[in-house]
């Protein structure tokens, strides 16, 4: 039986914490590693599996998984997504370019968008150009950061593309993009823009009154906007809010919406659905329609009246087939031919479950956009459940063979053949370059047993487990199944011989069961357990028993249903113990005594009395037998006291009473004090923000960690510090609020404590404060008071601005301030630090590492200097006098591990101080030319908004 890697088989496993750590330990020196990633980057269920496992085929540079990472770029998630295209980049790989534009314009997750933008420009260099330059309109400014970045790399080295940059940045009316020409030139050496006062898109809206609800914090905004009147507020006002990342006043800008219901509003609000890039804006729109109870058809007809947009005619579209309206629906169907493909393919998103409209869709597959194509396919890949659809879809698809592009058409193509049953396009599709179109082809003539014996045996044989697994029979999957490379082909092997188990004669079955008992896949095993016969040959039973005591519980009761299936069991392992030719080996007899004492009953004694007054059994054996004499009554040693002498000491029971409390958490002498609280935290503050699993959460408190960021969306982080996994006592919880005002605050409050099950918080923050007000006296006064009533114990408020909280400090006696802070952001040393430990108030530090930065060379460094780790990141701030400690949000057990290395040593040694400091200052410098063009030049959501919102359509 042919050796696997383990890590592959892990990567299998039912538990997503097993695959995690799988994945990074996969073999990728050698093809079948590689193959085994390709596998659960396409497969896996986990999001943080399928990211891993596109990271390090990245990592691999072999440009054969090529395809299924583009065709990971589909992944629902944007982890997933996101380390694709990293991926991609890494392999230098030109086919991304085709879905990129796509991205820049439709990617709804920022963070994602940009690593498109960055792996265009490093894979096509020049040729990304006016995609670079597209996106230097994004809505959010860190993409537009790495177009610009992008754009000074292309452009040092090309007078072309600086010339172009001038060109489009003289010519755009886009705040955002003429900043981004003025840093360029700059950067280039040549005379930088002149400044620029963009155009005020939407002045002709109606205005908020000044100082009414404009405030730069939006939990300030938010409680203004709470206790004034709907009708005191503009509609533009309310749907532009529909877009603010800031979830309260979307919720509340929301229901004032609803409670106004004025046709203009819905008009504005639904612009929003043509701008994807905008978080949460779309959905919003549609929880607004959703909660309005409009007559959804009056709305589809009101929009099927206006200019096209692709949003609103994917809404009409939608509600045109769900009610099936003649009337709307004869309005879509031409909208499906419209000039724009966004506008096309909204429109087939509708007709697409409309029976009478299955003629226009099907000749979707004529149109020369891909995406539009795609609507299709997806309607494929669900499979339309009324057998003459199903029917007609493939049989469009194999008319449209010839002029299949992608994979993903070509394996469409190849499975409508599959059901047409049409040999000649399988036999062109079985020669098919993608492994995954290759793989449907094979297996449907595999089956149809049209292949010669020479090209089953080259598929067989093929270094692809896809194509391997596509070909098995019933003869290869017997070798299959103990010998592949490929533990996913093993196990499609022996799945295929347990469905056909009939086929197979006894000695085929025995062989199969045994050689799978032995195999290192617990899933295997389990098989095999079921395919064992215990009324068969005796090494079948010894193979059942064995398996009894596999580590793995899914083996354990797949023997088990064999075992007990078994109604001559009892005379079975009497006769394996002590009959001619007993078994010799230690862990079969352990495991047949133990099944054959099972019943603890008087026979079951005579026969444990028989074994422990012989002699023969080995050590092993004999101690086991004395244990299961714990499994029979006292009173029945009464008649056996030389057997009674040999009974293990039985553990002492405990008393019936209350739960025992958690242990309490050891001591640890990296705790530091969170100034004056009271309060004592480990030098980190682990954040749930990323989804750490309950174990490794629990394996960063049994490190020494006692302090967690709790906010009510990390359920992983909910439900560890709901176990009872440790004394409530030996934990800090930070939580916080959003919001302002008493009101809000105490239900924030409230709400924590009825989530965490607890009745106190540790540290309750303001969160995210961005002006004055949020720190006024009734603020403060509300904290205080709750404090006072023991619902929390101490509290504070986070800021990235150094001067609200210095002046706050000064005003109140605040006992916590979370700030940023790191050896490039490190203003606060100054002034913020030295104020708070003279007024003992507790200090917290976030974003140490720069969001990444100074993990990163500066620009002007050399290329061998040595780079600060994430830990030196944490020790410099931990260094800093009066820091109590950092957040922490690592985004999965690998970071975590490193991470926890600062508990052993939470300080810089002094003479690495200033190398980090030196550090520091060379990325702070390349920042700020960046911040102050770039990603405060004028444009982002806002602009995006107003534009949106400026253009011309008649009212509803």
Partial sequence: MGLLDSAAVRLLDENAEVRR??????????????????????????????????????????????????????????????????????????????????????????????????????????????????????????????????????????????????????????????????????????????????????????????????NEDPAVVTARLERMPASDVPVSELVKWLGDPHEPLRALARRRLRERREPEALRLALRWLDEPRVPHAADEVRALLERLDLDDVSLASRILDEPPRAGAVGLAAWVAARRAHPGLLERVRPLARHPVPAVRRAALSGLVHDPESRALVLSALEDSDETVREVLLSSWERRPVAPESLEAHARALVVFAPAARSPRERRAVAEAAV???????????????????????????????????????????????WIRAAVLDTESARAASASDLDPSVRRAAMQLLVSRRYELSVSELRSVALLGAGGQDPWIRARAAELLQVEGEREELSALLRLSLDTSPMVRAAAASGLEACATLDERLAELLHGPGHEQAEDVRVSAYTWLLRRADGPAFER????????????????????????????????????????????????????????????????????????????????????????????????????????????????????????????????????????????????????????????FLLFWVRSRERLDAENFETLEALRAEGRIRAFGFSTHHRDIALEALRQHPWPVVMTRHSAAHPGAESALFPEALARGTGVLTFTATCYGRLLRPAPGEPADLALPSAVDCYRYALSQPGVGACLSAPRNHRELRQNLEVLDRPWMMPDVLAAMRAHGERVRAGNQRFNALVRQAPGGTRDTLLALLDEESSDF
Avoid at 428 to 454: K, Y
Avoid at 750 to 755: E, G, I, N, T, V
Wanted: one cysteine or more; proline letters at 7%.
């Fill in 608 to 763: 444990l009395c028989a074994a422990l007054r012989g002699t023969s059994e080995p050590e092993r054996v004999a101690s086991h037998l004395e244990a299961l004499t714990l499994v029979f009554p006292d009173e029945a040693f009464v008649a056996a006291p030389d057997l009674e002498r040999r009974r293990p000491t039985r553990p002492q029971r405990a008393k019936a009473g209350p739960v025992s409390a958690a242990p309490e958490s050891p001591p640890h002498s990296s705790r530091r004090p969170l100034g004056r609280t009271g309060l004592s935290v480990s030098p980190l503050v682990l954040s749930g923000a990323h989804g750490l699993s309950v174990g490794a959460l629990a394996e960063a408190h049994e490190a020494g960690v006692n302090a967690f960021f709790w906010e009510p969306r990390y359920m992983e982080l909910t439900r560890f510090l709901r176990s009872g996994r440790t004394r409530r006592d030996g934990l800090v919880v930070v939580a916080g609020t959003y919001h302002s005002g008493a009101e809000a605050i105490r239900r924030d409050v409230r709400a924590a404590l009825r989530l965490l099950r607890t009745d106190r918080l540790d540290v």
């Fill in 21 to 214: 750590e799988a994945v990074d330990a996969v073999d990728t020196s050698v093809p079948p590693g590689r193959f085994a990633l390709r596998q659960a980057l396409l497969t896996d269920e986990d999001a943080e599996v399928r990211a891993s496992a596109a990271r390090r085929l990245g990592d691999a540079r072999d440009g054969r998984f090529v395809s299924a990472l583009l065709e990971a770029l589909g992944d629902p998630m944007p982890s997933v997504r996101d380390r694709a295209w990293r991926a991609l980049a890494r392999l230098g790989a030109e086919a991304l370019l085709a879905r990129v534009p796509r991205a820049i314009r439709e990617e709804p997750v920022w963070w994602v968008r940009r690593a498109a933008i960055r792996a265009a420009a490093s894979v096509v260099g020049s040729g990304a150009l006016e995609l670079l330059l597209e996106a230097l309109e994004d809505p959010f400014w860190r993409v537009r950061n790495a177009a610009v970045q992008a754009l000074a790399w292309l452009g040092e080295a090309d007078a072309l593309v600086r010339q172009r940059v001038r060109d489009v940045a003289d010519g755009s009316r886009n705040g955002a993009v003429k900043a981004a020409g003025a840093y360029l030139e700059g950067v280039w050496g040549g005379a930088a823009l002149a400044p620029v006062t963009p155009p005020l898109f939407g002045s002709e809206l109606p205005q908020v009154p000044a100082g009414a609800l404009d």
């Fill in 419 to 465: 059901f047409l049953e049409d040999e000649a396009l399988l036999a062109r599709a079985a020669e098919d370059l993608d492994p995954s179109v290759r793989a449907v082809a094979l297996a449907a003539l595999a089956r149809r047993g049209v292949f010669s014996e020479a090209e089953l045996l080259a598929a067989s044989v093929h270094e692809d487990p």
